[in-house]
């Protein structure tokens, strides 16, 4: 009898010790992050107009450096890998890059959640953070976005380790951290920025350490581009500049519809791609946890994230670059917030009820992954609208038609509307945008003259097709075909 007890009591120390450990969270959360990230990879190729051009730099082309290389340098090397030769092998390459980095940034989201909460509250806000239609959509597209969100996880990470030790190792790895924000993309430099001054003053770096970030920081940016630059020919320092030169050009010209602050009260962002990036009960739960968090408890990490979350909604809220349907700008505000709401659950609602933090936990994940999972579903080719909106076309013979937008498929697609004459029906995804258009102040006169045409071909469309899942990010837009054949005093003279 002593033996047995003596045989079975490590058995269970080791049990005690795997479940204590944070290894079968991660095991559990990537395989959950992996199952939605890589469902539904192989979706039609067209329908993310950014993606073939992204195949053709993955191939070898050279990078134009409107956006920086992290991206295309982890495609070209896992094309390498893999063998690729055609746009079709570069373009799973590339979203399997994306699903990759969102998995990862999925494990990091709750290894750093971890350091201030819980088992079980990190478990389950990390689930809400993987299972997410902001994470699981952008995962599935040749994108930089993925990435981006990847390298800010890795950041927090870095920055957390170094909170906790100031060595070496974690100098150098927060340096590098900050520099691989930079080149997954520009808007990371003022992330990195941010979380380099927060090091500093809360990890008292001296100035050797800080140096010894900053070196990292600017070996690794170098390196990148470097690498980037010698897997391409007819490239140099000067189209680096040039592609620099071209972005800072677009922030301040932005797109030809201007989202200005006071036309949305300043929630622009906030209610069309927030809510729907987290789902209204995920946000509503993970915003009156942070409230209570701070307002009753004074927690000082859950205001830091917070705050992080709100300062990059408010400068998002005030640039006119934003464009309603554009959910990949509010990425970074996902990870801040939701790591908020973990910590907020943990060290506020779990101390008054636990069983009240699991359900409210519990709650937002079950909402987001719904939500996740069904717009995800919509990225097949027999459920999304463009090729339902196809299908029509072909069964009712129509072949003189135009779109507005790549549909996946072989179509002339129009740019500005100005080539409609010799079509007889116009297939619109953007529609919505104009008529939105039309009611915001200080645009330019063809948006205004945009708005009244699709006004006027209200009373004229032949069908429409739409998804309760969908109008996220490229996911079953709301599709509407016109009959252009009667509706040609609709159209503006300088557009015939």
Known sequence: MTVSQSIKQPGWAGLARWGDSQVLPILLLAAISALLAFCNLDFPYGIQPDEPIKVAFAAGQHHNYAHPPLLIVLARFAGWLWGASSDHDYLLVGRSVSALASVAASVLFYVVLRRHADGTNAFLWACVFAVSPAIAVHAHYFKEDAVLVFAICVGLHALVRLKEQVSTVNLVYFGFALGLAVTAKYVGAGNSLVLFVVAVVACRLSLRQSVIVVAMDALTVVAIFGVSLLTETGSGLSTVLSGLRTELAHAESGHDLKEWFWDGYGLTHFRYHLIPSLTGPALAIALGVIAIAIVADRNRYVAAYAGGAFIWLFLLELSPLKIVGQMRYILPVVVYL???????????????????????????????????????????????????????????????????????????????????????????????????????????????????????????????????????????????????????????????
């Open 338 to 496: 939701l790591l908020a709401a973990g910590i907020a659950c943990s060290r506020s609602i779990t101390p008054r009820s636990r069983l009240a933090a699991i359900g409210l936990g519990l709650v937002a994940m079950v909402a987001s992954a719904y939500a996740g999972m069904a717009y995800v579903a919509n990225l097949d080719r027999q459920t999304d609208t463009r090729f339902a909106a196809m299908r029509f076309l072909e069964k009712q013979g129509i072949t003189r038609f135009v779109a507005d937008y790549p549909l996946g498929e072989p179509a002339t697609v129009t740019r500005d509307y100005r080539d409609l004459a010799p079509a007889d029906y116009l297939v619109s995804l953007k529609f919505q945008r104009y008529i939105r258009g039309g009611g915001l102040s200080a645009q330019n006169p063809r948006i205004y003259e945009l708005a009244d045409m699709f006004r006027c071909l209200d009373s004229h469309v032949t069908a429409q097709f739409s998804k309760p899942y969908g109008d996220y990010g490229f996911v079953a837009p709301t599709v509407r075909i016109y009959d252009l054949r009667d509706a040609r005093s609709c159209i503006p003279q300088n557009g015939t």
